[in-house]
């Protein structure tokens, strides 16, 4: 099955300024900002493959197609739809935690220079689109608790107790902690068992589900075109969830459900969202044992 998401990531690099959207591109999944849905969202099984299967969301950077990334912005839009919303962590200067991906903000800000040479306030004198600011992870507690499950991505090894603490104070209805530094996952695991943590991973690792069970993770999530069959199969047989990213297509979500992953990441995760129900719709649920998540 051809993979689409590269035409996402052209169209967001064209966009003329920091937080700037993606205009539509061949194949993508259409429709979304006001037809999102609000209040609780339904849990939403699929029968996929020969069983049904329980399928979550993750909203990429809060909802990336739909808001300047890693903004509250994106984060309400995200909520509106995804199951949980996701956020990059880094410290500034100071040791706060704020959501940016970049250890720079000159891709998205109309700053420069390095975030750890940032105090908070000074940051939040910096546009990241759209009038947004950089939150704070207090920010983004306050917006998401109790309202929407939230994936922290730990992007600087050695931060793990400031993040792990900041969250004990606010903790979300569910939390995955995941990192691509695998003694990032351990870490955090160790420091807060009750969380689900998970590995990250781009590039050839060798085995990821035996280094993912290392690190004491509970869910893998692989780049996309390092999904198989066969890793799901290995990976639920020693109870990992598998959470693919960045799924922005139908074809893509199609095939995904095809090989049973359990849930996914998306830059759009509202039209993700109208795609998996209208598919549940096709062949809704009697008498179902779900499975999965």
Same mark, same amino acid.
């Given at each position: 099955m051809p993979r689409k998401e590269s035409f996402l990531r052209a169209?967001?690099?064209?966009?003329?300024?920091?937080?700037?959207?993606?205009?539509?591109?061949?194949g993508a999944l259409q429709g979304?900002?006001? +037809?999102?849905? @609000? #209040?609780?969202?339904?849990? %939403?099984? %699929?029968?996929?493959?020969?069983?049904?299967?329980?399928?979550f969301i993750i909203g990429h950077r809060g909802a990336r197609a739909l808001g300047p990334e890693n903004t509250l912005r994106a984060l309400r839009r995200g909520m509106a739809c995804a199951d949980l919303v996701e956020v990059d962590l880094r410290l500034t200067r100071d040791g706060i935690v704020v959501a940016i991906h970049d250890a720079t903000v000159d891709r998205t800000t109309n700053g420069t220079g390095p975030v750890k040479g940032y105090a908070v306030e000074d940051l939040a004198g910096l546009d990241a689109g759209e009038g947004e600011r950089i939150p704070t992870l207090q920010e983004i507690l306050g917006l998401v608790h109790s309202n929407t499950g939230l994936v922290v991505e730990i992007k600087e090894p050695g931060t793990e107790a400031v993040v792990v603490s900041a969250l004990m104070e606010m903790m979300p209805e569910r939390l995955f902690l995941v990192s691509f530094h695998p003694a990032s996952v351990a870490t955090a @695991?160790?420091?807060?068992?009750?969380?689900?943590? #998970?590995? %990250?991973y781009s590039?050839?690792?060798?085995?990821?589900?035996?280094?993912?069970?290392?690190v004491q993770a509970d869910l893998i999530l692989p780049?996309?075109?390092?999904?198989?069959?066969?890793?799901v199969k290995e990976a639920h047989a020693v109870g990992l969830l598998v959470a693919p990213w960045l799924l922005n297509t139908e074809d893509d979500i199609r095939e995904a459900l095809r +090989? #049973? %992953?359990?849930g996914f990441s998306s830059d759009d995760p509202c039209a993700a969202r109208r795609y998996l129900e209208g598919l549940a719709a096709e062949r809704p649920v009697r008498q179902a044992s779900p499975g999965g998540a």
């Open positions: 169209a967001l690099r064209a966009g003329s300024h920091a937080g700037s959207r993606a205009a539509p591109y061949p979304h900002g006001s +037809l999102c849905r @609000k #209040g609780p969202r339904p849990v %939403i099984y %699929i029968w996929s493959p020969g069983a049904w299967r329980r399928m @695991k160790k420091l807060l068992p009750g969380a689900q943590a #998970g590995l %990250i590039e050839e690792t060798g085995d990821p589900v035996a280094l993912a069970r290392s780049r996309w075109d390092r999904v198989s069959r066969e890793l +090989l #049973g %992953i359990d």
